[in-house]
């Protein structure tokens, strides 16, 4: 059982930058893949980025490659999603979920899901 807690979520101008954390309870979380995804009003829950145990995989949905960086430090439990040059675009609930196992892209593929963080984006 893992339980996902994510932070960091706030207001930010256009072109502005935010980290949000995922902070995991549990032991061996580095037995974990972890993904970001996010959910606008009216849309469906979209992936973001996703990070492998060990931190030495990662992959990025298009929309967020070279803008996004998501990194892990197992030693704190944590995995962070590191968002700049961000658009009123981006403005969703940021999701963190976990799965044991090889990454994936894909969310139903994961089983521990946070409560959510709020970006909003101001243009």
């Known amino acids: 059982q893992v339980q996902l807690v994510e932070s960091g979520g706030g207001l930010v101008q256009a072109g502005g930058s935010l980290r949000l954390s995922c902070a995991a309870s549990g032991r061996t979380f580095s037995d974990y893949a972890v993904g970001w995804f996010r959910q606008a009003p009216g849309k469906e829950r979209e992936f973001g980025a996703a990070?492998?145990?060990?931190?030495?995989?990662?992959y990025y949905a298009d929309f967020v490659k070279g803008r996004f960086t998501i990194s892990r430090d197992n030693a704190k439990n944590t995995v962070y999603l590191q968002m700049n040059s961000l658009k009123p675009e981006d403005t969703a609930v940021y999701y963190c979920?976990?799965?044991?196992?090889?990454?994936?892209?894909?969310?139903?593929?994961?089983?521990?899901w946070g409560q959510g963080t709020q970006v909003t984006v101001a243009s």
């Open positions: 979920a976990a799965k044991l196992g090889r990454v994936r892209t894909s969310a139903p593929e994961y089983d521990y």
């Open positions: 990070i492998s145990g060990s931190g030495g995989t990662t």
